[in-house]
């Protein structure tokens, strides 16, 4: 199955770039992903289906991860026909076939269970959406690209120092080198301590710098607010969460190592870091779409901060992905309506969304509701499990310092909010042909429901997942 899921998107977007017609090609978006998600389906159902080789391998974080990119993935492409379909005036095979290539590489890097692969993987992510972001052809568009392939190629370049020091840990422990995650797991005990703590600094500084932490969050503000609102969907809800799966796999090895002290500090750190960097950057923000990237670092912050309390808050941490993925699906699609609606992402110019798009307006609003904890959304129950995380593990502190930053954040979020929905559009911009459409609001309002689902019931079945990816990242049966 593991093939199925990596190379289906793949051929379909060779048979993408092949296709002359701009009007017909994004149909084959919500076709694969369809597919796509049925076979997520099946595997989910189906343990025989998760072990295709001793490199590709669906453990539970995986499928958390592999569960949020496909579902995500099916909105945005139905979403993505409605948008492409008012574009026509512009080619969208490149544009088609790069959603389509970064669903079948999303997939590799959930499988991968060997972290040279994982690596590769994940590099491979970042060749095939920058072409994405210059979508909209502007000078600022190609500046954002330029700015997402030089620092993303500077991080994933010290991830891979760090994926040798980790197999040269393995090496000076007595052992035969090795990358798999299997094999590190198991000889843990055995690895060089300092090349491991070596290998995880430059691990966790090289996919932060995908996750988009703080300080190497710098591509994000440029890449979420010059690409389409369907790309920054799926940078801010799929490539990160790709991007925290395999800070994952280096905070199990170290946990297997006995070194969960060492990385606690580290990600208790950069937690608290990105979420107040995001906090004061929000603070008189005036690009709405850019408030939207600070937001998804203080979210990959919370998520840091979660694994680095470990234990009580991992539960937390893991739904988060889920409920986070979601909300930002619903917030960037959102936006995106309004940004076209509007010709313009500054507050300046952006105000009255709810008179104007009063669909896309009342969503993007109860989207801030939703991603700043507010219940009865999906993020106020994985950030109060983190928080409760905090305090069963007496980190006093540090919960009452992540409450004050989401505070913060929450205060600076919604002042740029109120301003886009609020008061009355111009009659200028009342007289623009942008009109709400079925393909681009449905995956918005199917969205909403998820969220509004996770907040007031967690499924059986997830549920049993999350706890699953819990006792794995524990080591425990």
Excluded at 193 to 203: E, G, I, Q, R, T
Excluded at 204 to 230: F, Q, R
Excluded at 233 to 243: E, R
Excluded at 432 to 444: I, K, M, Q, S
């Amino acid at each position: 199955m593991a093939y199925a899921m990596i190379f289906f998107p793949l051929a379909m977007a060779a048979i993408a770039a092949a296709v002359p017609s701009n009007r017909l090609r994004p149909w084959l978006l919500p076709v694969t992903a369809a597919g796509h998600l049925t076979m997520t389906g099946f595997v989910q159902a189906c343990p025989a289906m998760r072990n295709t080789a001793s490199w590709l391998v669906l453990d539970p974080p995986g499928r958390i991860v592999l569960g949020v990119v496909s579902t995500l993935f099916l909105f945005c492409s139905v979403y993505g026909v409605g948008y492409l379909h008012s574009r026509q005036g512009r080619s969208n095979r490149i544009f088609c076939a790069c959603l389509l290539g970064f669903l079948g590489i999303m997939s590799l890097v959930t499988w991968a269970h060997h972290l040279g692969l994982m690596w590769v993987a994940i590099e491979a992510t970042t060749l095939v959406t920058a072409p994405l972001i210059y979508f909209n052809q502007t000078q600022r568009s190609i500046e954002a690209t330029w700015k997402y392939l030089i620092v993303g190629s500077v991080g994933i370049a010290l991830a891979l120092l760090g994926t040798f020091c980790l197999a040269y840990a393995a090496l000076q422990g007595g052992l035969e080198s090795t990358l798999s995650l299997e094999g590190l797991l198991q000889h843990a005990p055995q690895l060089s301590k300092p090349w491991l703590h070596a290998a995880f600094v430059l691990l966790l500084v090289g996919y932060g710098t995908k996750m988009g932490l703080a300080p190497m969050h710098t591509w994000k503000p440029d890449a979420y607010g010059e690409s389409p609102g369907v790309v920054g969907a799926i940078f801010a809800g799929g490539v990160t969460s790709c991007a925290f799966l395999a800070v994952l796999r280096i905070y199990q090895i170290c946990l297997a190592a006995g070194e969960n002290a060492y990385i606690s500090r580290l990600l208790l750190f950069i937690g608290l870091f990105s979420m107040a960097v995001a906090g004061v950057f929000m603070v008189g923000q005036r690009d709405f779409k850019r408030m939207l990237a600070y937001s998804s670092v203080e979210h990959m912050g919370i998520l840091a901060l979660g694994l680095g309390i470990g234990g009580p808050a991992l539960f937390g941490t893991m739904l988060h992905i889920v409920t986070n993925g979601m909300t930002k699906g619903i917030l960037f699609l959102s936006a995106g309506n309004i940004h076209r609606a509007y010709g313009s992402k500054n507050t300046d110019q952006v105000s009255g969304a709810m008179r104007r798009v009063p669909l896309s307006g009342t969503l993007f609003l109860v989207g801030f509701l939703a991603i700043t904890g507010s219940p009865p959304f999906g993020p106020f129950i994985s950030e109060f499990s983190i928080l409760n995380g905090a305090f069963d593990a007496g980190r006093f502190v540090t919960g009452g310092l992540y409450l004050f930053l989401l505070l913060v954040v929450f205060m600076g979020m919604g002042a740029t909010v109120l301003k886009v929905v609020q008061g009355r559009p111009s009659a200028q911009v009342r007289s623009t042909p942008y009109r709400e459409g079925l393909l681009t609001v449905a995956p918005v309002l199917a969205l909403m429901g998820i969220v509004i689902l996770l907040g007031v019931y967690i499924p059986a079945p997830l549920n049993t997942l999350l706890n699953e990816a819990v006792h794995f990242l524990e080591g425990r049966p």
